[in-house]
T-cell receptor, first 114, second 116 residues
């Protein structure tokens, strides 16, 4: 079965703290994509990253970094030096390699306090 | 910057009525999607569309739902006979060009559907 689990429902941190959002997935596919999306309080969905299951290299983009561990079926997301503007709900998702069908986690709400 | 647009931003309808949610994807994109999000819950995939046909649909996307790309620019989601549980935010997304391949997904701002 295809499933994405985000066990952390809500996390609160103080500005400038680092925070890691966990994502664990299950899939019967040998190749697939993993994603992270941000949904700020305004409600829109913002694509953050797509990672191919072939590529286990960690990725860094500014204050954001992603750790993909195929052995543990995890795709964790770390925000370094968090800012108030990072406050949002973050969704992890899984799709087939043709991007035909998507499975979303239940989301983690991140509160960054000044 | 190109963007996906959706109309209306909010639609209120009575149970049993038909609704059509409209989306204008980014013009040279090839892949189109509808998702929904019941208030406070996770995002749920409804359907993907490529080359003028449905690529994949979820269990939610039953016979009451249909999608069309009638004129090469709009991408519509129709719900034939709305139910109370169809109340949700509906997001359209598009991605991929011939040059970039699958590319990044761009989401519209959503249409809030309220069924009374």
């Amino acid at each position: 079965a295809q499933k994405v689990t985000q066990a952390q429902t809500e996390i609160s941190v103080v500005e400038k703290e680092d925070v890691t959002l966990d994502c664990v997935y299950e899939t019967r596919d040998t190749t697939y994509y993993l994603f992270w999306y941000k949904q700020p309080p305004s409600g829109e969905l913002v694509f953050l990253i797509r990672r191919n299951s072939f590529d286990e290299q960690n990725e860094i983009s500014g204050r954001y970094s992603w750790n993909f561990q195929k052995s543990t079926s995890s795709f964790n997301f770390t925000i370094t030096a968090s800012q108030v503007v990072d406050s949002a709900v973050y969704f992890c998702a899984l799709s087939d390699l043709n991007l035909n069908k998507f499975y979303f986690g239940s989301g983690t709400k991140l509160n960054v306090k000044p | 910057e190109p963007e996906v647009t959706q109309t209306p931003s909010h639609q209120v309808t009575q149970m049993g009525q038909e609704v059509i949610l409209r989306c204008v994807p980014i013009s040279n994109h090839l892949y189109f999607y509808w998702y929904r999000q019941i208030l406070g819950q996770k995002v749920e995939f409804l359907v993907s569309f490529y080359n003028n046909e449905i690529s994949e649909k979820s269990e939610i996307f039953d016979d009451q739902f249909s999608v069309e790309r009638p004129d090469g620019s709009n991408f519509t989601l129709k719900i034939r006979s709305t139910k109370l549980e169809d109340s949700a935010m509906y997001f359209c997304a598009s991605s991929g060009t011939r040059r970039t391949g699958l590319g990044e997904q761009y989401f519209g701002p959503g249409t809030r559907l309220t069924v009374t």
